[in-house]
């Protein structure tokens, strides 16, 4: 059974950073692309950094490219988003995603397992 447990969220003022993980379990996590999405109340879900399966190309949203940095250890199986200069706007339910061979899309149907998310809350 395929299981990712993103940690990590909490509220942190604004121009404050976090670091969110994501463990996968239960697939072969070396062969598959990461990417990180949120979605604030009443919004669409979007597209936040993408890595791919082998870890050479990352891909980021252009609201956080320069302030987000997405990261892998295969080793450890976990997937990581570095976010600095946090913004209120940045205030949303983060879930990671995993895309068997992929190159870290910002398209979510192309990813096939899904974690249930941590809140992250900035305030201003």
């Known amino acids: 059974q395929v299981q990712l447990v993103e940690s990590g969220g909490g509220l942190v003022q604004a121009g404050g950073s976090l670091r969110l993980s994501c463990a996968a379990s239960g697939l072969f996590f070396g062969r598959n692309a990461m990417g990180w999405f949120r979605q604030a109340p009443g919004r669409e879900r979007e597209f936040v950094a993408g890595i791919s399966w082998i870890g050479n190309y990352t891909n980021y949203a252009d609201s956080v490219k320069g302030r987000f940095t997405i990261s892998r250890d295969n080793a450890k199986n976990t997937v990581y988003l570095q976010m600095n200069n946090l913004k209120p706007e940045d205030t949303a339910v983060y879930s990671c995603?995993?895309?068997?061979?992929?190159?870290?899309?910002?398209?979510?149907?192309?990813?096939?397992?899904w974690g249930q998310g941590t809140q992250v809350t900035v305030s201003s």
């Open positions: 995603a995993a895309d068997d061979y992929g190159l870290g899309s910002s398209n979510e149907l192309k990813y096939d397992y």
